[in-house]
């Protein structure tokens, strides 16, 4: 397993509309995202913060470097017989 690459911070606000959440990115988090970028992309996971301080973010940013496994295959889907006598219809 990767090590976790922290970026930024966030914090849930009320509007009149309802939540928002309000993203805070500093430029060296902007070289971490830009560092993992793969296709011009780059996922951030924006992750609830266990102790959370009155008037602090309340969320973290970490950048989610998963990638799947070429080797792994997928599961087999089951064949499905149209003439199952055990439906009820």
Not at 16 to 24: A, D, N, R, V
Not at 47 to 71: I, Q, S
Request: negative net charge; glycine residues 6%; contains cysteine.
């Amino acid at each position: 397993m990767s090590e976790k690459i922290y970026c930024g911070s966030a914090k849930e606000i009320q509007t009149k509309y309802g939540p928002m959440m309000k993203l805070s990115l500093s430029s060296s988090d902007i070289e971490k995202m830009q560092a993992n970028l793969d296709n011009g992309w780059v996922n951030v996971k924006v992750l609830e913060k266990r102790e959370k301080v009155e008037g602090k973010p309340t969320h973290y940013l970490e950048v989610d470097t998963w990638k799947p496994d070429p080797n792994q295959r997928p599961d087999p889907q089951p064949e499905i017989d149209g003439n199952n006598s055990d439906l009820p219809f």
